[in-house]
Nanobody, 116 residues
């Protein structure tokens, strides 16, 4: 199994920035996808961004140009740099680990609140 430990959530003003990190440990496949999902109250959980072990990325349309996902494979760590944050970005953000399109592990979730 793979365990995910997240950090970096918090309160930020509109237009500000936050960086989330997620460290993976355990039986990590060399070919995998790590990503970030988010869920706001009353809303469905949605994919924010994902990154393959070869570096390929995918972003939700709502965050393109503002968020950047990256990873350091030697550290088994994935990051989400969030810039130009908007109130609608407020949600609980979850780190995920996937193999062959199946999400094997979820992080505990970290709250991101964008408010003045």
């Amino acid at each position: 199994q793979v365990q995910l430990v997240e950090a970096g959530g918090g309160l930020v003003q509109p237009g500000g920035s936050l960086r989330l990190s997620c460290a993976a440990s355990g039986a990590i496949s060399s070919i995998n996808v790590m990503g970030w999902h988010r869920q706001a109250p009353g809303k469905e959980r949605e994919l924010v961004a994902s990154i393959r072990s070869d570096g390929g990325t995918n972003y939700a349309d709502s965050v393109k140009g503002r968020f950047t996902i990256s990873r350091v494979n030697a550290k088994n760590t994935v990051y989400l740099q969030m810039n130009s944050l908007k109130p609608e970005d407020t949600a609980v953000y979850y780190c995920t680990y996937s193999v062959t399109s199946h999400i094997y592990s979820w992080g505990q979730g970290t709250q991101v609140t964008v408010s003045s």
